[in-house]
C-alpha cells in the first residue's frame, strides 16, 4: 500500500511539527499512511514550496499548506458520500 499523504516539511520548522502530529494521528485513525519528504534535501523542493512549508499533498495533488486541519484532511481522505 502507498502513502496517499505526502508531508513537505524541514528540520526545525515548528509548523511541520504541528502538522505531522495531525497527518499521525488522522493516517492512524483511518488505516492510511503517509511519506514525509524533507525539502531541504532537494534543492527543487526548496525553490518550489519555500517558506511555505508543511505542504500537504494527497493523492498527489496539493491539499493544504502551513497548516492542516484535521477534518478537511479527513474529509479528503474518506470515501465520498453516497447519494
Keep these: 500500500m502507498s502513502a496517499r499523504v505526502t508531508l513537505y516539511s524541514r528540520t526545525g520548522c515548528h509548523l511541520c511539527d504541528d502538522a505531522r502530529v ?3 494521528q488522522v493516517c492512524a485513525e483511518l488505516g492510511e499512511e503517509y511519506a514525509e ?3 531541504d534535501l532537494d534543492p527543487e523542493l526548496v525553490e518550489r514550496f ?9 493523492d498527489g495533488r496539493q ?6 486541519d484535521a477534518d478537511r484532511l479527513r474529509a479528503a481522505l474518506s470515501p465520498p458520500a453516497q447519494a
Design 63 to 68: 491539499h493544504d499548506f502551513w497548516r492542516v
Design 50 to 58: 519555500g517558506h511555505e512549508v508543511p505542504v500537504t499533498f494527497v
Design 37 to 39: 519528504v524533507d525539502i
Design 22 to 24: 495531525v497527518v499521525e
